[in-house]
């Protein structure tokens, strides 16, 4: 999936999601409301539409923080530590 998410074995529900996430990132101006409808189409519900919408923003809010200050980035261990933490316990 990293590779490509479009070609990815993800549910379709999954992959409308990324596109969404994609377009939210990338060209925010063009999203409307027939991007959310796409999204209901393939199953998502009210709650992982804004799910989706808040984790990107958020990390988008991060990135741009991280790179206008010039923010360490962890190591690959310390990647895969995390990783193995939201494995376990998740987000919430």
Not at 46 to 56: G, L, M, S, W
């Amino acid at each position: 999936m990293l590779t490509d998410w479009r070609t990815a074995a993800v549910p379709d529900r999954v992959r409308a999601a990324l596109g969404f996430i994609e377009k939210m990132t990338l060209a925010p101006e063009r999203l409307g409301a027939d991007d959310v409808a796409l999204l209901r189409r393939a199953g998502l519900g009210d709650e992982a539409i804004e799910d989706a919408a808040h984790v990107c923003a958020l990390f988008n809010i991060y990135t741009r923080l991280a790179d206008s200050l010039g923010f360490d980035m962890p190591g690959e261990a310390a990647f895969a530590r995390a990783a193995d933490m939201l494995l376990k316990r998740g987000y919430r």
